[in-house]
T-cell receptor, first 116, second 113 residues
Framework: AQKITQTQPGMFVQEKEAVTLDCTYD???????LFWYKQPSSGEMIFLIY??????QNATEGRYSLNFQKARKSANLVISASQLGDSAMYFC?????????????FGAGTRLFVKA | SQTIHQWPATLVQPVGSPLSLECTVE??????LYWYRQAAGRGLQLLFY??????ISSEVPQNLSASRPQDRQFILSSKKLLLSDSGFYLC????????????FGNGTRLTVT
């Protein structure tokens, strides 16, 4: 069964520094997608970045990068040069292509606090 | 560009009353549609998803139901709300491809009193 684990309930980072949010996953499907979403206090879910299981390169989107270690089944989000506006909940998610149907499952989330 | 609309933004309902939350998507055809619920400070739980008109898959047995009367319309309903139905409800859509991300509406905060 597919599973996503985020072990950091809360993280603090100083403004302008980089921070890594951890995510591990479990799946028996060789084809899957990994996603990160940001949820500000207003509640909307914002898609940040995606990594496919067959992608050789780590995904990057602006200040966001995904550190994909397939053998360790980890997909950590790295935010460089943190900004105050990065304070939010961050969710790791996974979608199995073959066995999961159309379902995307989410981890419990990590709350990030950026300090000025 | 594609947009998703979800309403109402907030709702306070008494126990035993009915519920209807609506979600519509614009700018795409035949999207996959989803209803998620988020308890306070928690992750997202998938409630229902739909891959086409009239096709609904339920993930969690509960007091809720979903319907898709039109291609880009998804409705979450209940005949009688329970206190445990309180939460933040999010509608989302994705393209019909395995690696497509979800795109969410702004959510409905439901309080059952």
């Amino acid at each position: 069964a597919q599973k996503i684990t985020q072990t950091q309930p809360g993280m603090f980072v100083q403004e302008k520094e980089a921070v890594t949010l951890d995510c591990t996953y479990d799946t028996s499907d060789p084809s899957y997608g990994l996603f990160w979403y940001k949820q500000p206090s207003s509640g909307e879910m914002i898609f940040l970045i995606y990594q496919g299981s067959y992608d050789q390169q780590n995904a990057t989107e602006g200040r966001y990068s995904l550190n994909f270690q397939k053998a360790r089944k980890s997909a950590n989000l790295v935010i460089s040069a943190s900004q105050l506006g990065d304070s939010a909940m961050y969710f790791c998610a996974m979608r199995e292509v073959n066995t999961g149907g159309f379902k995307t499952i989410f981890g419990a989330g990590t709350r990030l606090f950026v300090k000025a | 560009s594609q947009t998703i609309h979800q309403w109402p933004a907030t709702l306070v309902q008494p126990v035993g009353s009915p519920l209807s939350l609506e979600c519509t998507v614009e700018g795409t055809s035949n999207p996959n549609l989803y209803w998620y619920r988020q308890a306070a400070g928690r992750g997202l739980q998938l409630l229902f998803y739909s891959v086409g008109i009239g096709q609904i898959s339920s993930e969690v047995p509960q007091n809720l139901s979903a319907s898709r009367p039109q291609d880009r319309q998804f409705i979450l309903s209940s005949k009688k709300l329970l206190l445990s139905d309180s939460g933040f409800y999010l509608c989302a859509w994705s393209q019909d491809r395995g690696y497509s991300p979800l795109h969410f509406g702004n959510g409905t905060r439901l309080t059952v009193t």
